[in-house]
């Protein structure tokens, strides 16, 4: 069974930075497009960032200059480093694996469960 498990969310205040981590299982990403999305209070999802297998990255303008996105081939991970946080940052994010469309577009196989990021004013 495949799963994605984020962490790293939580309470930061404005101005503060936070790391989430997405760990895949179940069976290996090689080649795989990776890609961070995030989904406010009453919003729709967004998408935020996306690697390629390569290392090739692309973001939202939201989030350019603020957030690095990563992976660890090896460890079958990604990561979102998010710096200056603002609390128009504050929602759920989201990792997913292996898109069927547009890596920026909402169409990929497999999702975390989310995490939650919070900044405070």
């Known amino acids: 069974q495949v799963q994605l498990v984020e962490s790293g969310g939580g309470l930061v205040q404005a101005g503060g930075s936070l790391r989430l981590s997405c760990a895949a299982s179940?069976?290996?990403?090689?080649?795989?497009?990776m890609g961070w999305f995030r989904q406010a209070p009453g919003k729709e999802r967004e998408f935020v960032a996306f690697i390629g297998w390569w290392g090739d990255t692309y973001y939202a303008d939201s989030v350019k200059g603020r957030f690095t996105i990563s992976r660890d081939n090896a460890k079958n991970t990604v990561y979102l480093q998010m710096n200056s946080l603002t609390p128009e940052d504050t929602a759920v994010y989201y990792c997913a694996a292996d898109p069927t469309g547009p890596a920026s577009g909402p169409d990929y196989n497999y999702w975390g469960q989310g995490t939650q990021v919070t900044v405070s004013s």
């Open positions: 179940g069976r290996t990403f090689r080649g795989s497009t």
